[in-house]
């Protein structure tokens, strides 16, 4: 079946405990993304990859990192999280140019305390 | 810089009872305009890609159109599983960045 996977679905971790999101599809596609959702602000891009070893960032990149070794893979990597880092986030993949649209994950709940 | 509006920001229709989402957008170069349908905890699902002013394109009940400001989801006889919150999403000549509207969340009364 064609997707996307991100691990963990939930995760509650402390201020300042690195921590690593995974991303991974299966689609071969060569665009991939994050994005982190709030109520009341919508979908914000955080950085998206092109292709391997290409990544730019979105609107809201601070506090983030993201790496593309692998091209299934793209990882969101928190150095040192805060508790504005709590959110709901999801990692997406399409083919670029995103004419058969980007698929979601399920997403990821991240808890910062 | 890039922007996408969506309105209303919620919407309570009665089963049958047609209506229309709207989506304004300003951004340099557009190289397409998504809407995604999002269920509640889940990730939002594609519905569909519009790349110039007159496109159109359904998809059983929905029928998405574009002009060169705004774009239009039009929902014809919605039943309760049409629930869920619609987002539009833009994407310029910078590429990979892809910009959301803040959705409009509609509700299909039986």
């Known amino acids: 079946e064609a997707q996307v996977t991100q691990n963990p679905r939930y995760l509650i971790t402390v201020t300042g405990k690195k921590l690593t999101v995974t991303c991974s599809q299966n689609m071969n596609h060569e665009y991939m993304s994050w994005y982190r959702q709030d109520p009341g602000l919508g979908l914000r891009q955080i950085y998206y990859?092109?292709?391997?070893?290409?990544?730019d960032k979105g609107d809201v990149p601070e506090g983030y990192k993201v790496s593309r070794k692998e091209k299934r893979n793209f990882p969101l990597i928190l150095e040192s999280p805060s508790p504005n880092q709590t959110s709901l986030y999801f990692c997406?993949?399409?083919?670029?140019?995103?004419?058969?649209?980007?698929?979601f994950g399920s997403g990821t709940r991240l808890t910062v305390v | 810089e890039d922007q996408v509006t969506q309105s209303p920001e919620a919407l309570r229709l009665q089963e049958g009872e047609s209506s229309s989402l709207n989506c304004s957008y300003t951004v340099s170069g557009l190289r397409g305009l998504f809407w995604y349908r999002q269920d509640p905890g889940k990730g939002p699902e594609f519905l569909f890609t519009l790349y110039s002013a007159g496109e159109e394109k359904e998809k059983e009940r929905l029928k998405a159109t574009l002009t060169k400001k705004e774009s239009f989801l039009h929902i014809t006889a919605p039943k309760p599983e049409d629930s869920a919150t619609y987002l539009c999403?833009?994407?310029?000549?910078?590429?990979?960045?892809?910009?959301f509207g803040q959705g409009t969340e509609l509700s299909v009364k039986p």
């Open positions: 990859s092109m292709n391997v070893e290409v990544t």
């Open positions: 997406a993949s399409s083919l670029v140019g995103g004419s058969y649209g980007y698929t």
């Open positions: 999403a833009v994407q310029g000549n910078q590429g990979g960045k892809l910009i």
